[in-house]
């Protein structure tokens, strides 16, 4: 018999072997396949909250771990200064024993001498501010002194010392710098 001889037209539901499939085969089929997929969106969820969970931990530990770092960030220069305090110490135990001053004063220089090697270990350098032209990236002018042999802005005296983390400037060398002298002018006549 082919489907044109079927009196009831051809049915979709009937499978090869001649078994209808009804309405209640379908809806078990739909009805287990909603049920994977319910359990497969349930694990995608669960797994989407465990991840935003591991997430959020993973933040506050970097959190807790920068500011651990930025807390002991210092620990190595800590380190390495406490030798030269160690120094000093000796030298205020020795200057007050008494004696001539002499030793006190070669002690303290080779105290500033480690401390100077201690900030260099650790990147940190020393900006002397020698005679020259004056650099604002590099000093702070604290004084101007008029002065005809020298041209305007040019490093005369340095006050302190600069020093510079790496590339950064940390305090800039305080300077006085060369200014021109007062134009004095002619006595008004009344």
């Not at 005679?131 to 005296?157: M, T, Y």
């Amino acid at each position: 018999m082919t489907a044109a001889d079927d009196p009831k037209g051809s049915d979709p539901a009937v499978g090869p072997a001649g078994g209808a499939e009804g309405p209640e085969s379908t809806v078990e089929q739909l009805t287990k396949q909603l049920a994977d997929k319910t359990a497969e969106a349930s694990r995608n969820w669960d797994l989407y909250l465990r991840e935003r969970a591991e997430t959020e931990n993973f933040k506050k530990r970097m959190q807790r771990e920068k500011s651990e770092a930025l807390r002991f960030a210092v620990e190595p220069l800590a380190r390495d200064l406490l030798p030269v305090i160690d120094n000093l110490e000796r030298a205020v135990d020795h200057a007050a024993a008494g004696g001539n001053g002499q030793p006190l004063l070669e002690g303290v220089r080779l105290v500033l001498k480690s401390a100077l090697e201690v900030l260099e270990r650790h990147g940190i350098t020393r900006i002397e501010a020698a005679e020259g032209p004056f650099d604002p990236s590099q000093h702070e002018a604290v004084a101007q002194v008029p002065d005809a042999r020298r041209q305007p802005n040019q490093i005369v005296q340095q006050f302190e010392p600069g020093y510079s983390l790496h590339d950064r400037l940390i305090r800039a060398a305080k300077v006085s710098v060369s200014a021109k002298p007062p134009v004095e002018s002619p006595p008004d006549d009344d």
